[in-house]
């Protein structure tokens, strides 16, 4: 089968929106958009590819970008690597240089347009930011409601509500007054019964790693307007969110934590193993925190989720 290196970019706008390409009619997946880039050739590197395929493609210069995800996909014909870079800083003002319709999308915006089906994991990438928050499960209500205030005023866009000691009435309670917090601000995802979906219908759903083994050989629950993520330990796991076509990952424990003090903690070479072929965006979790985001980004993370490390003191 033939294989082909693609270099791929994320383009944001001074304004968080994406810069995406609409695909000659004549071309294979004609007429669907894509991330503009293009072939890296044999020895070049992929940065240099990059910036090469961009100043052609769209006549700027890039000046600041970094690994965002790696996506294998087989077409019936080829087989695709898609080594895919954020671009937040540019000179030139970006033009159509091929004849191309251009669009910016917001990140909402971003799952309305059709893709090819190699691209989907890179929407989820772009629409996803760098640090996921998850709650500390030893709070009452009120103080972490005051807390997950304060973080989203710093700019959490992400948040899990985590309670395992609470009874299901009082987490479904404080879900309420969670999702009326984030609303606008942050995606919320939850955790429980899946009983419980038609209850939320604004918030996504995290699953445990027991949970993703119940229900992945039944696919995806829900349609793809709504976000699925899963807990994820091991290559099993990492196989099971991938058949069930989840849009994220946590991978865990990244180190030895005081929630999890008797887990066998993977490191980051073992990590780094584990993602490699992943095509899923993936947190780190555990024992990592803001100062570890870049070295995520490094080893094909999409970067770091953590209780203590994001929550205001």
């Not at 003002?93 to 915006?109: I, V, Y």
């Not at 918030?203 to 445990?208: D, I, K, S, V």
């Not at 076509?245 to 990590?271: C, I, M």
């Not at 490699?276 to 970067?303: K, M, T």
Request: hydrophobic share 40%; net charge negative; aromatic share 8%.
């Amino acid at each position: 089968m033939k294989r082909v290196h693609v270099a791929a970019a994320v383009i944001r706008g001074a304004d968080g929106r994406v810069l995406i390409a609409r695909r000659p009619d004549d071309k294979h997946q004609g007429g669907l958009w894509e991330f503009p880039g293009g072939k890296v050739e044999e020895g070049e590197p992929v940065q240099a590819a990059l910036s090469r395929e961009l100043e052609e493609e769209l006549g700027i210069r890039v000046s600041a970008a970094r690994p965002l995800i790696q996506v294998h996909h087989d077409y019936p014909d080829k087989h695709v690597l898609l080594d895919v870079w954020e671009v937040s800083s540019f000179a030139g003002e970006p033009h159509g240089a091929e004849g191309q319709p251009l669009a910016w999308a917001s990140s909402r915006e971003l799952s309305g347009y059709e893709f090819p089906a190699a691209n989907k994991p890179i929407v989820a990438a772009a629409r996803l930011p760098d640090r996921y928050l998850i709650t500390p499960d030893d709070l009452e209500p009120p103080a972490l409601l005051a807390g997950l205030k304060s973080a989203l005023a710093n700019g959490v866009r992400l948040v899990q509500l985590r309670a395992p000691r609470m009874f299901d009435a009082q987490y479904r309670d404080l879900a309420v007054d969670v999702q009326g917090l984030c609303a606008g601000k942050a995606q919320l995802m939850l955790k429980g019964p899946l009983e419980w979906l038609g209850d939320f219908p604004a918030a996504g759903w995290h699953l445990t790693a027991e949970q993703l083994r119940k229900y992945a050989p039944n696919g995806r629950p829900f349609p793809r307007e709504r976000w699925l993520s899963a807990s994820c330990h091991s290559v099993e796991e990492l196989q099971l969110a991938a058949a069930m076509e989840v849009d994220f990952v946590t991978l865990s424990p990244l180190q030895a934590t005081q929630t999890h003090p008797d887990a066998q903690p993977l490191g980051w070479e073992r990590a780094t193993e584990l993602l490699r072929g992943f095509n899923q965006p993936a947190y780190l979790l555990g024992g990592v925190g803001p100062a570890d985001v870049e070295r995520a980004w490094s080893i094909g993370a999409q970067g770091v989720a953590g209780i203590r490390a994001f929550w205001p003191e």
